[in-house]
């Protein structure tokens, strides 16, 4: 008990700190908005954006699309670039990922390992990156907003969606998890998802309308799916 009274002030000076940083956080997330060629200069795309729900094969797509097209993919490498600017492992950076925030992290995340990078400096570094790949174009991007970011004019942005049953037996056969683990991490990384573009890029990422595509895989298959995205692609 002694010990946690010595600890409080500490915390709540943590909490209190942070608590004063949200208000500028409000300001700072507005600043996530879709790129305008025109202001900075320069072309972007062509690219494709994939966004998904959790067991819909996105990334499987990507790399699919990859090795038809030659383009390169951005999936998990968006991470190791990031990571790199940020001269931290990439293991901190999937702490922030496209997973839900909890108040517990941001209270005292920071706090307690200043290894931790804040979400907010991570997709400020996640737009940077994705955009000086989008500008060398023929770039796909795998989730993470990305869609959200890039001007729509200039590529495909595809959204891959699945009944629920599809997915867990996908998630169970991808990570060898039972089907209640595997229906909770399907709901789990979903969720994050959701929470992460609305509220940094102030979307609901299963609005179709934002989607020049809205494929549901269960039905069209993967090579379907592939074969309707390379179809949709401008000439």
């Known amino acids: 008990m002694k010990e946690q009274v010595r600890e409080e002030p500490r ?6 700190k942070q608590m004063r940083s949200w208000a500028k956080q409000e300001e700072l997330s507005q600043t996530f908005h879709r790129v305008d060629p025109s202001q900075v200069g320069v ?18 797509l990507g790399q699919a699309l990859g ?4 383009w390169e993919v951005f999936d998990k490498s968006l991470l190791e670039q990031i990571a790199e600017r940020l001269h931290v492992p990439k293991r901190m950076l999937e702490l922030v990922d496209e997973t839900e925030s909890s108040w517990v992290y941001d209270v005292l995340g920071v706090w307690m390992d200043s290894e931790i990078i804040p979400h907010e400096k991570y997709v ?21 907003g990305v869609s959200f970011l890039l001007p729509p004019q200039n590529g495909l942005t595809v959204r891959l969606i699945a009944p629920i049953g599809y997915r867990v037996q996908r998630m169970r056969e991808l990570k060898g998890l039972s089907c209640s683990d595997a229906r909770a991490e399907v709901e789990r990384l979903d969720r994050g998802r959701r929470e992460f573009v609305q509220r940094y890029f102030h979307h609901d990422i299963d609005d179709p309308q934002l989607y020049d595509l809205v494929i549901n895989v269960a039905r069209m298959g993967p090579e379907r799916t592939l074969e309707t995205v390379l179809a949709a692609m401008p000439h």
């Open 11 to 16: 915390i709540m000076a943590a909490a209190e």
């Open 67 to 70: 090795e038809q097209l030659g």
């Open 124 to 144: 400020a570094h996640l737009c940077r990156v994705a955009l000086a790949a989008a500008r060398r174009g023929k770039a796909i991007f795998v989730g993470r």
């Open 43 to 60: 072309q972007i795309g062509p690219y494709v954006a994939i966004s998904r729900q959790a067991g819909a094969g996105g990334s499987q």
